[in-house]
T-cell receptor, first 115, second 114 residues
Framework: DVKVTQSSRYLVKRTGEKVFLECVQD?????MFWYRQDPGLGLRLIYF???????EKGDIPEGYSVSREKKERFSLILESASTNQTSMYLC??????????????FGPGTRLTVL | KNQVEQSPQSLIILEGKNCTLQ??????????LRWYKQDTGRGPVSLTI?????NTKSNGRYTATLDADTKQSSLHITASQLSDSASYIC?????????????FGKGNQVVVIP
């Protein structure tokens, strides 16, 4: 079974702090994704990566950056956390191929609260 | 305007009863359509995947249908169980993918009561 793990289930940070969310997958997938999920808005793509050190902006990249130094690990960075970044963050991975065609496997999510 | 609309937004059903969730989309053309189940506080898990040429796909008590002409999909849950309480998300993948992202619905929230 594909396993996607995220470093924290719950996280509480203060406004202005730098926040790191870590995601690790164990299926040697080339593609990895970061989404945020908010009530009434559904899932929105923040960034994705199709290879080590490669990244592409999603629909809402403002205020976020990512890092992919190893194939299995994809990090989401909030440079200066703000209250409007309070959300559920979901990481996903999929096999090599055209982005979107292969099934994405999701991690359990990190619920981030910024005070 | 959201390209994927799901209805009803939420519903409550009695254990053992059937229910049907609707997904209407405007994404065209598309390569495949997926239904995910998301338990509260967890990540989504895939239930069914249908290509544009398929019109039905089953996974246990879950059956998804697709009408590409009317751009509608439905997810039917048979003999519901308490564990079916979850949000069900419809996702449409455009063709070609290009700059078009996966189109996510906002989900159908299902609560099964004993």
């Amino acid at each position: 079974d594909v396993k996607v793990t995220q470093s924290s289930r719950y996280l509480v940070k203060r406004t202005g702090e730098k926040v790191f969310l870590e995601c690790v997958q164990d299926m040697d997938h080339e593609n990895m994704f970061w989404y945020r999920q908010d009530p009434g808005l559904g899932l929105r793509l923040i960034y994705f990566s199709y290879d080590v050190k490669m990244k592409e902006k999603g629909d809402i990249p403002e205020g976020y950056s990512v890092s992919r130094e190893k194939k299995e690990r994809f990090s989401l960075i909030l440079e200066s956390a703000s209250t409007n970044q309070t959300s559920m963050y979901l990481c996903a991975s999929s096999e090599q191929g055209l982005i979107g065609y292969n099934e994405q496997f999701f991690g359990p999510g990190t619920r981030l609260t910024v005070l | 305007k959201n390209q994927v609309e799901q209805s009803p937004q939420s519903l409550i059903i009695l254990e053992g009863k059937n229910c049907t969730l609707q997904c209407n989309y405007t994404v065209s053309p598309f390569s495949n359509l997926r239904w995910y189940k998301q338990d509260t506080g967890r990540g989504p898990v895939s239930l069914t995947i249908m290509t544009f040429s398929e019109n039905t796909k089953s996974n246990g008590r879950y059956t998804a249908t697709l009408d590409a002409d009317t751009k509608q999909s439905s997810l039917h849950i048979t003999a519901s169980q308490l564990s079916d309480s979850a949000s069900y998300i419809c996702v449409v993948i455009p063709f070609p993918y290009g700059n078009n992202r996966l189109a996510f619905g906002k989900g159908n929230q299902v609560v099964v009561i004993p």
